[in-house]
C-alpha cells in the first residue's frame, strides 16, 4: 500500500477529483472535512470510483483537539490542504468568520505536522492573491495584494508557509495559485455542488441549463476585451487535480508558489455559448451592471508549473462544459439529487 495522504476538504469540488487521482496514484487519501459546503454523499461515491475504503472524519479543523486525534491516528506522508470558506462577496460580509476560519484551521494543521513530523504540504491558494493583476498573463513575481477578505486569507496563509519553511529546513510547501475551475469528473458522479445561488459563472450556467435558474446575468458588456465581456483563464478540475499530484511529486525543500492555469481566456459570453453547445439548446443571459472589484482579463502564465512539475493542461473548454453538463444532468439538485 502507498503512503497516507491527508486531504483537507477532500469531499469538497477540487479535493474531491484530487482524491480520485491519488488512490489511482497508489496513495492512500485520508479525507477531513466539515461538509459546510460539501456532501458525506461525496465521500461514499469517491469509494465506489476508486474502490478504495477512504477514512473521513466530519471535523471542524478550527478544533485543534479533534484534528489532533486525525494525526494519531495515522501516518501522514504529506498533506494537501484545501479546506476553507471561499465565497468572495460573503468574505466581504463577513470578514472575521473567514478569517477566524481559514487562519486558525490552517495554524493548527500546520502546528500538528510539526508535532508529528509530517513536513510536505501542497497548499491550495488562489490568483485572488493577485488582486488587481499588474501584468497579464500573470507570472508568480507579479505584484501580490488581495482586494477582499477571502482574498487576503489566502495571502496572509501563503506568508505563513514561507515563514514556517524558512525556520525549519525540513519543511516542503507547494503554494498552487488556481485561476478558474471548471468541469468534472468525466463519470458525471462527482463535479460543484454550490450551497445557495453559486458564485461562480459555470454552476450558474449549468443551473440555468436544468431549470433552476432562469438566466445567467453577465457582469458588464463593455469591458476592453473582444466582445465587452470579461474574460478569464478556465482550467478543468481534472487537470487542476493532476497538478496537486505533480506537486506532490515534485516538493523540494523551502516553499514555491505555481500558477495552475491554461494561459488561455475564454470571454463569459465564449463560456455561455459553449454551455449551450454541450447542453444543446441556446441558454438565456442579460448584461447587467459590473460588479464591485471586478476586472477585465485575468490569465495565467502556467510556464513554471509547466518546467518544475512536469505538469500541463490537457483539455479544452468544450470538455469543461461537456463534463459540466455531464454532471449537472444527472445530478440537477446536486448530491441531494441521489440522497435516499
Not at 478544533?63 to 489532533?68: F, M, P, Q, R
Request: one cysteine or more; charged letters at 20%.
Amino acid at each position: 500500500m502507498g503512503s497516507e495522504i491527508l486531504v483537507t476538504g477532500g469531499a469538497g469540488y477540487i479535493g474531491s477529483h484530487t482524491v480520485v487521482k491519488l488512490a489511482e496514484a497508489g496513495f492512500r487519501p485520508v479525507v477531513v472535512d466539515d461538509y459546510s459546503n460539501s456532501s458525506p454523499k461525496a465521500v461514499e461515491i469517491l469509494q465506489e470510483l476508486t474502490d478504495t475504503e477512504i477514512p473521513a472524519y466530519p471535523i471542524d479543523m478550527t478544533d485543534a483537539e479533534a484534528l489532533g486525534e486525525v494525526f494519531a491516528a495515522h501516518d501522514f506522508e504529506a498533506v494537501i490542504h484545501f479546506a476553507g470558506f471561499k465565497a468572495v462577496g460573503e468574505s466581504v460580509e463577513q470578514p472575521l468568520s473567514y478569517y477566524q476560519n481559514n487562519l486558525v484551521s490552517t495554524l493548527n494543521l500546520l502546528q500538528l505536522m510539526e508535532q508529528h513530523n509530517c513536513f510536505k504540504l501542497v497548499f491550495s491558494s488562489s490568483a485572488t492573491v493577485y488582486g488587481i493583476p499588474s501584468e497579464i498573463p500573470l507570472t508568480e513575481s507579479a505584484d501580490l495584494g488581495a482586494i477582499n477578505p477571502y482574498g487576503q486569507t489566502k495571502l496572509m496563509i501563503e506568508h505563513i508557509c514561507r515563514d514556517t519553511a524558512a525556520s525549519n529546513e525540513s519543511w516542503q510547501i507547494s503554494l498552487l495559485r488556481y485561476f478558474n475551475p471548471v468541469g468534472a469528473h468525466p463519470s458525471g458522479r462527482i463535479g460543484e455542488d454550490p450551497k445557495g445561488i453559486p458564485n461562480n459563472l459555470v454552476p450558474f450556467v449549468m443551473q440555468v441549463a436544468v431549470g433552476r435558474r432562469e438566466k445567467v446575468s453577465v457582469f458588464g458588456g463593455d469591458w476592453d476585451t473582444g466582445d465587452g465581456t470579461g474574460v478569464r483563464d478556465y482550467i478543468h478540475v481534472q487537470d487542476l487535480a493532476a497538478g496537486h499530484l505533480a506537486a506532490l511529486n515534485h516538493l523540494q525543500s523551502g516553499c514555491e508558489a505555481y500558477n495552475l492555469g491554461t494561459g488561455q481566456g475564454s470571454s463569459v459570453l465564449e463560456v455561455v455559448a459553449a454551455a449551450s453547445k454541450a447542453v444543446g439548446q441556446d441558454l438565456a443571459y442579460e448584461i447587467v451592471d459590473r460588479r464591485p472589484g471586478d476586472i477585465a482579463t485575468s490569465l495565467a502564465d502556467p510556464s513554471k508549473a509547466t518546467a518544475q512539475l512536469d505538469w500541463k493542461t490537457e483539455l479544452t473548454l468544450d470538455d469543461m462544459m461537456r463534463d459540466s453538463w455531464a454532471w449537472q444532468s444527472a445530478n440537477p439538485e446536486g448530491y441531494s439529487s441521489s440522497d435516499s
